[in-house]
């Protein structure tokens, strides 16, 4: 809020006031969740044209399709979580790079920019050779458009459980989850890759799912011994609290019940059920990712 303007300088003196309740609503948890997609998806494509570049050579295209839909999804959401989105373009036009949201939507748009390269290229030029060039770039610029949102929440005052490194690998995590959970259900229709093909990134989902879940718990029980206030967070889904029911939901359908299914999926050579753990994991990755969202903004600031 503005608290005074000194007419001698037109400086505008402003109070830093924190803000009560939910400001980042379930559009975030959207938004986080298209993006893990978007980019995960361009991962996955990445390893099977380096592994299995013939099988993999029919999924060019469908897999640019699909990043640059949740991609679009995620920007969608971004700007319908903006409180003044018809002011987006200050952030091209006078642009403060110190801001990870100004960082965020340039790296995002450089990306959707070579997304549409990579379009032209597998579906009008039918360039495989420029295709793969350009996606290695595409490649390298996911990481840090996947990470972005890590920064932003990381910036955050008063919320001591977003840490950035932390946050970082459970951005990564989620994006390597999802990509290879949407690349196994696009191959219940398309049928194009071989047994190993589908194996590895079987593999890629479990332990994705495992490394995430040992993440969580790991902040679940050693997270109260930093900081006071990660204790009072944790306290909404622990002892009773108000999202301890759909915070375990979200690990078991997410992380547990993925990875369990990817183990006997293995051991029983059946590919059936990888289906159902691909399901199961996209679901529950968004349930994981509004109840971290929310639970720190709950804790009053005072």
């Not at 400086?11 to 609503?25: F, H, K, R, S, Y």
Request: net charge neutral; glycine share 4%; hydrophobic share 60%.
């Amino acid at each position: 809020m503005v608290h005074e303007t000194l007419a001698a300088t037109n400086a505008v003196v402003t109070l830093d006031v924190g803000l009560p309740g939910v400001v980042w609503p379930w559009l975030v948890t959207v938004n986080m969740w298209a993006k893990s997609i978007g980019t995960g998806v361009i991962f996955m494509l990445f390893y099977l044209l380096k592994k299995y570049p013939n099988e993999a050579a029919n999924y060019r295209f469908p897999i640019t399709v699909v990043s640059i839909i949740f991609i679009h999804l995620f920007l969608l959401f971004t700007l319908a979580d903006l409180h003044q989105p018809f002011r987006m373009w200050h952030i091209f036009f006078t642009p403060h790079f110190t801001s990870a949201i100004t960082v965020g939507a340039w790296m995002a748009t450089a990306f959707v920019v070579l997304l549409f390269l990579l379009a032209f290229l597998s579906f009008i030029k039918k360039d495989d050779t420029a295709f793969d060039k350009v996606l290695l770039w595409v490649t390298v610029l996911a990481i840090p458009v996947t990470l972005y949102t890590a920064a932003l929440m990381s910036q955050c005052t008063a919320r001591e459980i977003w840490q950035m490194p932390t946050e970082s690998a459970q951005m990564i995590l989620a994006a390597t989850l999802s990509g290879s959970a949407t690349v196994l259900l696009m191959d219940t229709f398309m049928n194009k890759l071989s047994t190993e093909a589908k194996r590895d990134l079987s593999i890629i989902l479990a332990f994705s799912a495992l490394a995430a879940f040992v993440m969580y718990m790991a902040e679940l029980v050693f997270g109260p011994m930093k900081a006071e206030e990660v204790a009072a967070v944790m306290g909404y889904i622990s002892n009773g609290g108000e999202y301890q029911a759909m915070f375990w939901i979200g690990q078991v359908t997410a992380y547990i019940v993925p990875f369990v299914l990817v183990v006997l999926s293995i051991v029983n050579k059946n590919q059936n059920i990888l289906k159902l753990a691909a399901i199961l994991a996209l679901a529950g990755l968004w349930i994981v990712k509004h109840v971290w969202l929310m639970i720190p903004q709950l804790l009053p600031m005072s």
